[in-house]
């Protein structure tokens, strides 16, 4: 896909593009909602209607009744999840239309379907409940609503993964398999009881007695942001600063963690740095963006980079320029929507449905 913006938007400066968008807002009143991941640059979260983790937004999108025009400061599976839990009447636009997920990108439907059929002789959909992260596209959150399953975000995977429990004697979870294993671990499942499917590998490189005994198969996926972080990384801040406190995204390796003092959505680190007293000293691995404005928001308090001098930067949350969103909010009316096929939007609604349910 391509995608250039015309030469007035493309060379505006920033005060003009602030105006801009600043009266498209006015203009557009009451019929506009801007949705906006904290991951997205801070120039843009100063524009958000509402700001929040995709659960979060997951949630609002569904809750918005009135607004005609749905803009999202975000990627490419945002947009698909509020197109479906919006009505056909609502449009939903993706301020830069080239901000996808590599992660959802690992979890191919092709292999997707391939490894369930391998599964049917283990029990299949009577024993196997898929639960697909937030982080897929609508054809896979399609193929979870036919199958039973649902979505979780990581705000909500361990309820996910217990209400699969509740239903079946084992979970097909992806496309991440570092949220998937720490939700594993939190639950007690034991080692063995959690093999990682190779989608590159025949029969996902895993030999039939391993699937047999196996309670959560895990997609061979990751986010490149998370995987970054490492624990010598941990060792060498608490050395630098005795009293810091460590707090990561569950997207991280098993092994950066446990070795963190706290694990959790981006919702979660949101809160602890708003919580944290004057003074404390904390230590956060996510993505970049996040980690800055916390430090703007939050002066009293000394909020780090785990990574250091490495720039944990989501470059497809980096995509999304004022330069977009004010072109976007001018030229909505002659832009593509988000539009998720008819023969998925039903399925796809039913799992964000029950990933709603849960909370």
């Known amino acids: 896909m391509y995608f250039s913006l015309p030469e007035e938007y493309r060379e505006a400066n920033a005060a003009t593009l602030n105006n801009r968008i600043e009266e498209a807002r006015s203009r557009l009143g009451h019929r506009l909602c801007l949705l906006v991941h904290h991951y997205q640059r801070m120039e843009i979260v100063a524009h958000a209607d ?3 983790d995709s659960y ?4 609002l999108a569904a809750g918005q009744k009135d607004a005609e025009i749905i803009i999202f400061c975000g990627v490419h599976f945002m947009a698909e999840s509020a197109d479906v839990l919006t009505s056909d009447q609502q449009m939903v636009y993706l301020a830069n239309p080239l901000a996808g997920c590599p992660m959802a990108d690992m979890a191919d439907m092709a292999d997707v379907l391939e490894a369930w059929e391998y599964l049917k002789p283990f029990g299949g959909a009577d024993q196997f409940m898929p639960v697909s992260y937030m982080n897929t596209t609508a054809g896979l959150k399609a193929f979870t609503g036919r199958n039973g399953g649902l979505i979780c ?3 909500n995977a361990r309820a996910a993964l217990e209400y699969a429990y509740d239903r079946r004697d084992k979970v097909f979870f992806f496309p991440d398999e570092n949220l998937g294993m ?5 639950l007690g499942l034991k080692p063995e009881e959690m093999v990682i499917w190779d989608f590159s590998r025949q029969n996902g490189g895993l030999t039939e007695d391993e699937i047999a005994q196996a309670r959560l198969i895990l997609w061979k996926g990751h986010c490149h942001v998370h995987t970054n972080f490492t624990v010598d990384q941990i060792t060498h801040i608490r050395q630098e600063y005795p009293d810091v406190q460590v707090i990561v995204h569950p997207e991280c390796i098993p092994d950066v963690v446990d070795a963190a003092d706290g694990a959790g959505s981006t919702r979660y680190i ?5 919580k944290a007293t004057a003074g404390s000293v904390i230590a956060i691995g996510t993505e970049v963006n996040l980690i800055h404005r916390m430090a703007e928001e939050y002066p009293d308090k000394t909020i780090l980079q785990l990574s250091g001098e490495i720039c944990p930067v989501c470059a497809n949350m980096y995509r999304t320029t004022l330069n977009d969103l ?3 909010l001018d030229h909505h009316a002659d832009l593509k929507p988000i539009r998720v096929p008819e023969s998925d939007r039903a399925d796809a609604l039913l799992s964000l449905q029950r990933m709603l349910e849960i909370g």
């Open 153 to 155: 975000t990581s705000s």
């Open 270 to 274: 949101v809160e602890y740095c708003e």
């Open 56 to 59: 979060a937004l997951s949630k």
């Open 50 to 52: 509402y700001l929040g």
């Open 182 to 186: 720490n939700t594993g671990n939190q």
């Open 326 to 328: 004010a072109y976007c």
